[in-house]
């Protein structure tokens, strides 16, 4: 079964309510019509049935009801638009006089009915407004009366109107739908756009955006909100391909520098302490590329997926000092003078290994970018319900306007001043990652030529330690 299009579906829902509401106003005009009819009717039907009780009268020991001449004056020998039916009758209910236009029929007196209650009933077929009343004389009960006026016309301009109603309500809300319709399609045109817009969209062509309504209702919101997740997904593209493009340059360069050197050696016979140097400049170039190959997929499993957190309680005292011991080759090269400063055991409720990864990549920066007998310092303290990690150098800084850059990946802050400076750019990067994904303040402060302040917030242990 074929479905109602979206635009189809608002305006059946539109002429639902619609022709509900329309009903409800066409059954309170017929009713309002009806009632109105029968009350101008009822108050006839008192007036007449007042007037005949004032005509009762008594002449030589004789009850007359009405004089032969009243009858004569009066409509009921006529042919009306509304005749009135009148009838006497004895205590017997037997008929004693009755208006002309009666002829050789009579009013039925129905003994379920009060004494003037107003009801409906039928005469040779056709439906009349009945009333029925005692009569009394000097407080003496003397027969009824019975009054009645025909509703032929009454139902004909009743049953008229209910037919008009009956064949406007559809015509109505057939107009309606269409209406509605056609408004719903004028309405839906920004989905439209975006329908069409998302046809012609690809991975080769992101640059098309759904062009935003005039009127900023939700359809705008909605317009805007899918061009907005373009751009991130055309964002999110562009910089795979950069990371890609990057990473291939980054793999290929260790790797044309070792086959580079290799193919020297084989030219020709070399003393040993050449093909000593030749080899351990290849080691070194391949150290460079394993680390290079543990940063991309760190890099990749952070990128592509959420890492697994195994959180325990971590003591940053003994981790800092580990990594400041797998650093000391470096240190002591360089003859840093790197100071520790924590004042009491600091912990935190976090992942051990990404916590270490943190560190390690911070603190070796820093260590990297500081010059010979520079000064790299570590403090811990606490502020508030974090500990706070401050790792500053007076190294030769970040310019001010590569500290939004420095966490994209391969980017390097400063490298064409110093490329006697090895890297590749990812450090900052999957340290920005980690401390996202471990809820972990991450604050960089720096200025060229004075040095860098690194600021790390750590929650709180979550267990006691004994």
């Known amino acids: 079964m074929k479905l109602l299009s979206f635009k189809n579906r608002i305006a059946l829902n539109y002429i639902v309510g619609t022709g509900l509401l329309v009903l409800a106003v066409f059954s309170a005009i017929y009713f309002i019509v009806k009632l109105t009819v029968y009350n101008h009717i009822d108050e006839n039907l008192n007036i007449e049935v007042q007037d005949h009780l004032k005509e009762i009268k008594v002449e030589n020991g004789v009850v007359i009801l009405m ?8 409509e009921h020998n006529s042919v009306d638009v509304n005749p009135v039916f009148v009838q ?27 004494h003037f209650q107003l009801f409906d009933t039928k005469l040779l077929g056709n ?3 009945q009333i029925q009343v005692p009569l009394h004389l000097h407080s003496k009960k003397i027969g009824y009366l019975i009054i009645a006026m025909s509703l032929s016309d009454s139902s004909k301009v ?15 809300l057939l107009i309606l739908f269409f209406l509605a319709r056609f408004f719903a399609g004028r309405s839906i045109k920004p989905i439209n756009d975006i329908i069409q817009t998302s046809n012609i969209i690809t991975k080769d062509n992101l640059k098309t ?61 070399r003393d040993s302490r050449e093909y000593e ?7 070194n170039e391949v150290d460079h590329l394993n680390m290079l190959v543990d940063q991309l ?37 360089k003859k840093l003078k790197v100071k520790f400063d924590a004042g009491q055991d600091y912990y935190t409720y976090s992942d051990n290994f990404l916590i270490i990864t943190i560190l390690r990549n911070i603190i070796s920066n820093s260590l990297k970018y500081t010059k010979d007998g520079g000064e790299v310092s570590v403090f811990l303290s606490k502020e508030g319900d974090r500990t706070i990690c401050r790792i500053s150098d007076n190294g030769i800084g970040i310019a001010k306007g590569d500290l939004e850059m420095i966490f994209n990946p391969f980017f390097r802050s400063n490298y064409t001043d110093h490329p006697e400076i090895k890297g590749v750019g990812l450090g900052l990067s999957i340290v920005k990652r980690i401390t996202e994904q471990l809820d972990i303040q991450f604050k960089i402060e720096s200025k060229i030529g004075v040095g860098t302040t690194v600021i790390l917030g750590f929650k709180e242990e979550m267990k006691t330690i004994s």
């Open 297 to 333: 997929l760190t890099m990749a499993r952070f990128e592509n997926q959420k890492h697994q957190i195994n959180a325990e309680n971590v003591y940053l005292n003994a981790v800092i000092l580990d990594v400041l011991t797998l650093n000391s080759e470096k240190i002591n090269s």
């Open 127 to 129: 439906k009349i407004r």
């Open 67 to 74: 004089d032969a001449e009243e009858w004569e004056e009066r």
């Open 88 to 114: 006497f009758l004895d205590l017997n209910k037997k008929i004693i006089e009755k208006s002309p236009n009666l002829k050789n029929e009579k009013l039925v007196f129905h003994n379920n009915k009060d």
């Open 158 to 172: 009743l049953d008229n109107l209910m037919d008009t109603l009956l064949v406007t309500f559809p015509i109505i």
């Open 277 to 283: 140097d030749k080899i351990n400049y290849c080691i």
């Open 209 to 269: 955006r759904i062009p935003l309504p005039k009127t900023r209702d939700e359809l705008y919101t909605l317009s805007k909100t899918i061009n907005n997740l373009l751009n991130r997904i055309e964002d999110a593209i562009e910089r795979e391909k950069q990371f890609t493009s990057d990473a291939s340059h980054e793999l290929r360069t260790p790797l044309t520098v070792i086959k580079g050197t290799l193919e020297v050696l084989i030219r020709k016979p």
